[in-house]
């Protein structure tokens, strides 16, 4: 059930292409209606009376048996099919064939970019486009929903840094005291030492190791609570000792443990037995204080080899902090706290360890009422709490560890390029609260500088209701105190950048302003919306529970409201079902493009129901990549997928091309008393869309950019124009086909013009019908490939040979085709350069009146007159428009295109940036509860500490405990 269903998905833009195909459809029958019902009317008051000449076809009955209105009315509608036929190309049916092979290349561009291949040994793998259909609506993502672990992070854990007794280890230190940048070449501890330490596993500090081998007491206390308070089971393969934990957490500080010479060897649900620097010790155990999400820390009670009872104690600091002993150095206790604080300004996942020390005679008291709580059938765990909460006092402090969850390589940046592309992140996590907000500080989805971070964690509807309604009222207050439209979500209000050059600028480079896109896609100067400002902005983090309220009818709109105003939204605790309830609700209720982006067989779900579907070819297996659109080795790897301005400008000329080619036989329907007559020759027709105009409309679709990809990664405000469909929507659709039947007009009216009058030095007229059919396809040709010329923005080697090569293989083609001397007896010149068809194969073809028409034609100055001025009438405007516009209101792009070409530096808020340390200062609000600057994250789960001691998850105690009789040190 939490997988979801497979739904077939489309595309934005095939849902209005189909709408835009009917539109079409509907003015095709118009069109038909109209030359149908005018040539009834010319047959009525000119035809019928010159059927001498123009007959009528047999089968039409004659005007006196039935009267004449009888028999136009029939020409009228049979008609009517024929301009259906003769105008069908106005519905750009091989539009379909042509979008397919552009997605499928654009695939292939997916498949096999370099940039996208995650170098990852024998797990090495690229991205692959599993799906042809959606391209183009990657360009379009408003909204991405990831996945935390797997996806944003490694789910690999490493002990990073630890304080203990005050003393902060894990900065290395230069002999100044200054803290030395850790690279690949920095020296590591070496643990050669220790015959079960891991090659994996690196330190840089050597104070640690150093006080570890003086037998530190404090340190000592350390590494024993890591090396024996967790549920960690020990394995033997090939010979070689490992740990399966049930947190990636616990594996790393028993790792860590291990590799400082605290190696914990077996455990029986009575005993641990470690190595204890070289000496094995084994430690009874007498219970375990098992974790759960309301105590936040784990506790186990052992006997010591020296008969000593003693509780160690692992947890988050604020739990543990308030449970020491008022003994405790005030100093201790302010220097831990303060390099808590530093370890959470860093993004690391904290632990405060602690021990303490039992009496006898008290803890046999203890252990009864334990016992006792234990087997009540009615407040177990009340009681249960209860004993814990009673042993779990007067600990004294040790100090804490941190380890990092590492992400992903360049997490932090793909995410930061992606909020100033206007796309806007959620988390959805499995991960409890202090994990998820950890990971989202790590990877800049929160700041301290942002001006609240509300977490909702209602326990009941009402509850959720309240505080959903509370966050509401302090978001308006915020909104109310920046600006009106602080969100940005209107159309025509996104904020965006773009460059000057600007002398007085440093170093006179590029700098970045801001502005807005009006409804042209052009930029518009004006303030930014203040929410987003850099340092500002509010977050919301909700768990499971509350989640399950506010997806309920009554609440989800408000939640979704809340949301969309926020810069973050993290969901903790959440089902794989819930995550798919949560992608569905922006999918219903916005009009906005959705992407979800995970790892593994709990995002599958959301990865079906979002319109995109991403999967990371991660640790967790394939479900999610064989359940998506596309995948990807890496999260970082998803900027290169968005992409969407190369099908737009294809669909542009394409239906421009279209309407300049079907339109002109409409027009000349005027002249040829609506008989369905072709303007152009029936050769050109049938090779205008095949070989003349498609190869360079193809090219563009397949290689066209705005910029490079440099470019696109470094100023991510590209990406913004796509999202709200300015590249193609209604109105350019309607600009595109006001287009094309101006240049049908023109392309017809010129020529006939010019040919109206025209004689031939014989007298006989020029201006005929294969001569006016020839003229003005060579003037659509001539047009359209410059139009072509100007809408390309990249030129590349292919571009040319297809463009230039269209030109010249349609007069090859006309030359070939229509000229030769199939005639000697009449007086044309000769025109036997090339081999030319027969003329039975013309006749058939009904171009037969078109022989000898290139030469004959290319004879007349009104030829190149016409050709001269058509271009000069529909591509002059063109590039006066687009100078105009450049020179006036330039696009981000076309700025952009300039500052490249000047050499102009990009010195500005779009570059790339770099990775910046984490500031947690106690600027940080939270709203609903308490303060968030706790490090802690400890993704264990409740049980078991129980299983451990009730033995269930030993398959055979004899058999333990005869592997660990048989385990050899050397």
Not at 309 to 320: F, S
Request: aromatic share 12%.
């Amino acid at each position: 059930m939490n997988s979801g269903k497979s739904k077939f998905k489309r595309t934005s833009l095939d849902r209005f292409l189909n709408i835009l195909i009917l539109g079409i459809v509907v003015f095709l029958i118009a069109m038909c209606l109209i030359c149908s019902i005018l040539c009834g009317v010319w047959e009525w008051s000119i035809g019928r009376f010159f059927t001498d000449y123009l007959p009528w076809e047999t089968w039409v009955p004659k005007p006196e048996s039935g009267g004449p209105a009888a028999s136009i009315s029939i020409i009228s509608f049979l008609n009517f099919f024929s301009y259906i036929i003769l105008l069908n190309t106005v519905v750009p049916i091989s539009l379909y064939v042509s979008v397919e092979i552009l997605r499928f290349v654009h695939s292939l561009w997916i498949n096999y970019d370099r940039q996208m291949y995650f170098e990852n040994g024998e797990n090495s793998v690229g991205a692959q486009a599993r799906t042809t259909t959606l391209n183009e609506e990657l360009g379009q993502v408003q909204y991405i929903f990831s996945d935390k672990t797997g996806t944003l992070t490694q789910n690999i854990m490493t002990f990073n840094k630890a304080t203990i007794n005050g003393i902060s280890y894990g900065d290395l230190r230069d002999p100044r005291g200054n803290i030395v940048e850790i690279n690949d070449r920095t020296p590591t501890v070496d643990f050669s030492f220790n015959e079960f330490y891991e090659k994996s596993f690196k330190f840089f500090d050597t104070a640690l190791l150093d006080a570890t081998r003086n037998n530190i007491p404090e340190v000592r206390e350390f590494w024993l609570i890591l090396s024996l308070c967790h549920t960690v089971m020990p394995e033997r393969d090939k010979g070689n000792l490992v740990y399966q934990a049930q947190s990636p957490d616990e594996a790393a500080l028993t790792s860590a443990a291990r590799n400082f010479g605290f190696v914990f060897v077996s455990r029986t649900p009575t005993s641990i037995t470690i190595r204890d620097n070289g000496r094995e010790a084994t430690y009874e155990v007498l219970c375990i204080l098992d974790f759960n999400n309301d105590r936040k820390r784990m506790s186990v009670i052992l006997r010591t080899p020296d008969g000593k009872i003693k509780l160690y104690c692992k947890g988050a600091d604020m739990m543990v902090m308030a449970r020491l002993s008022a003994r405790t150095s005030s100093i201790l206790r302010d220097s831990t706290v303060s390099h808590l604080d530093e370890f959470a300004r860093i993004g690391l996942r904290t632990l405060c360890l602690a021990y303490k020390d039992i009496d006898e005679t008290y803890f046999n008291d203890w252990i009864r009422r334990h016992q006792e709580a234990a087997i009540d059938m009615y407040n177990r765990e009340k009681k249960m709490d209860e004993v814990f909460e009673e042993m779990e006092k007067d600990l004294i402090l040790v100090g804490a560890t941190a380890i990092e969850d590492k992400l992903q390589d360049g997490v932090p940046e793909a995410i930061a390029r992606l909020a100033q592309a206007n796309i806007k992140i959620w988390v959805l996590t499995g991960d409890k609260t202090e994990t998820a907000i950890n990971i989202a500080y790590s990877c800049n989805l929160l700041s301290d500088d942002m001006k609240h971070i509300v977490v909702i964690e209602g326990s009941s509807e009402a509850e959720v209701e309240v505080q959903l309604k509370d966050t509401k009222r302090l978001f308006a207050e915020v909104e109310r105190r920046l600006g009106e439209n602080g969100s940005g979500e209107g159309k025509g209000n996104i904020d965006i950048a773009y460059i000057h050059s600007d002398e007085t600028t440093n170093g006179g480079g590029a700098h970045v302003n801001y502005g807005m896109i009006n409804d042209f896609g052009m930029i518009e100067e004006g303030s930014p919306s203040p929410l987003d400002n850099e340092g500002e902005g509010v977050a919301i983090v909700i768990n499971g529970d509350s989640l399950g309220f506010a997806l309920t009818t009554r609440l989800e709109r408000t939640f979704l409201e809340l949301a969309c105003k926020c810069k973050a939204v993290i969901c903790c605790r959440v089902t794989p079902l819930q995550k798919a309830e949560v992608v569905d609700l922006v999918k219903r209720n916005k009009k906005a493009v959705t992407l979800a982006i995970g790892d593994g067989a709990n995002d599958v779900s959301m990865i079906k129901t979002a319109h995109i579907g991403v999967g990371i070819s991660g640790q967790e297996g394939m479900q999610a990549v064989l359940s998506s659109d596309y995948s990807i080795g890496q999260f970082k790897y998803l900027e290169r997928l968005l992409s969407y301005l190369r099908m737009c400008k294809f669909l542009r000329y394409f239906f421009y091309k279209n309407f300049a080619f079907t339109l002109t036989h409409f027009w000349f329907s005027f002249f040829c008393g609506y008989s369905a007559q072709t303007v152009f020759d029936a050769m050109f027709i049938a090779t205008y869309n095949l070989i003349f105009t498609s190869l360079p409309v193809l090219a563009m679709g397949v290689l066209d950019q705005d910029v490079d990809d440099e470019y696109s990664l470094k100023y991510p405000q590209l990406y913004t124009p796509g999202q709200f469909n300015r590249f193609f929507n209604m109105r350019i659709f309607i600009y595109s086909v006001l287009h094309g039947m101006f240049s049908s007009l023109v392309i017809f009216f010129v020529p006939y013009g010019a040919f109206y009058t025209e004689m031939a030095a014989n007298g006989k007229d020029m201006g005929d019908l294969a001569v006016l059919e020839f003229t003005a396809f060579t003037a659509l040709i001539m047009v359209v490939s410059g139009q072509m010329a100007f809408d390309t923005a990249y030129w590349t080697v292919i571009n040319h040979i297809f463009l230039w090569g269209s030109i010249a293989v349609y007069f090859i083609f006309c030359f070939v085709i229509y000229e030769g001397d199939p005639f000697p007896s009449l007086p044309l010149p000769s025109s036997s350069l090339l081999p030319a068809l027969p003329a039975s194969i013309l006749y058939k073809m009904g171009s037969a009146i078109s022989q000898g028409v290139v030469l004959r034609s290319m004879q007349t100055p009104h030829f190149w007159f016409s050709i001269l001025l058509v271009c000069i009438v529909l591509l002059l405007p063109v590039v006066l428009n687009r100078f105009f516009w450049l020179d006036t209101r330039p696009s981000f792009a076309d700025r952009l295109r300039c500052n490249r070409k000047t050499g102009g530096k990009t010195t500005s808020k779009g570059e790339t940036l770099p990775k910046s340390e984490m500031k947690r200062t106690g600027q940080t609000r939270r709203s609903q509860r308490g303060s968030i600057r706790s490090g802690y994250a400890f993704s264990h789960s409740q049980g078991f500490g129980d299983l451990i001691l009730k033995g269930k998850l030993f398959k055979n105690v004899e058999d333990m405990r005869g592997s660990n009789n048989g385990l050899e040190f050397n």
